[in-house]
C-alpha cells in the first residue's frame, strides 16, 4: 500500500498505489484530513499503481471532495486511474463527479 | 492445485483463513485471497472483485457483526465448485437484515453522497450472487459466488 503526499506551488498531490482496503483507508481519511486542516483544498489523486480501493477509501474521497469545493477554485481531481478502479467508479455512480485526466500533468496544469 | 472431477464436476479442496476480528486483519484476509487467486488460477478480473467483495463483507463484520470489538472471529473459505467460486463469510456476531440496509443513491447529487450501504451495494454488483443465512446456533454465514469463464483458466 502506497499513501504518498507531495506539494507543489498551488497543488497537492497525493498518489496512491497497492491495495487501499479498509483498514489502509483509515490512513487515507488521516492524509486528507491534514490537508483540509492546512487548508490546502486543490488536490491531485494520482491512482497509477493503485490495485483497489474499499468503499470506505471511496467514501474519504467523497467527503474530501465537498469539503474542498467549499472554498474558491477548491476541487478534487483524479488522474492516471487504472480500468478496474475506473470500472468501480462508475459502479458507485462517481464518475460524473469528478474532473478525470489522463496524466499528472494535465491534471496539475488543470488548476 | 489438483482437482478432483465427480462425474463431469469440478470441485477443488477448500482453502480456509481464520483470524479474529480485529481492522489489521483486513490485510491478512486481502493477501489470503491473492494466494487463494494464484492457487486457483483465477484471472485477474476475478480476482479484483473477490476481494474487494470479501474486503467489504468483512469491514461489516468487524464494524456491524462485532460492533468493532476485535475479539470475535471471521472464517474464510474458498473453493471452485463446478464453474463457479464459491466464498463463505461466517462470524458469531450480530444478525441483520440485510434487506432493511439501505442501498446508496449513485444518481445524488455531491451533496446527498456517502450515504447508504456503499460496501453491500459494491459486493452485490462484484459478484453473481450474494446470499446471507443467520441461525442463532450456527451463526451468521455469507455465501458470495463468481462465475468463472473457465476457457480462460489456467487451472
Redesign the interface.
Known sequence: ?VINTRQFKRVDLVELGG?I????A?DLEGAFSVLMEAQRFRIIVDMQDL??I???G??AL??T??QT?RWNRGDLRLCNVPP?ISG?LD????TP?FKIYDNTVDAVGSF | MPEVNHKDRTVTPKLELCVSTKMENLTVIGDFVASVAKEFGLDDDVTFAVQMAVDEACVNVMEHAYCGKSNGMVRLTCQILDDDLVVTIHDHGRAFDPQTVPRPDITAPLEKRGEGALGLYLMEELMDSVEFQFDAVQGNTLIMKKRLHRGKQAL
Not at chain 1, 459502479?91 to 462517481?94: K, R
Request: hydrophobic content about 40%; aromatic content about 4%.
Open positions: 500500500m491495495r482496503d479498509s483498514n489502509i483509515a490495485e483497489y474499499s468503499s470506505r471511496l467514501r467523497i467527503s471532495l465537498k469545493r478496474r468501480v459502479m458507485a455512480g462517481l463527479l
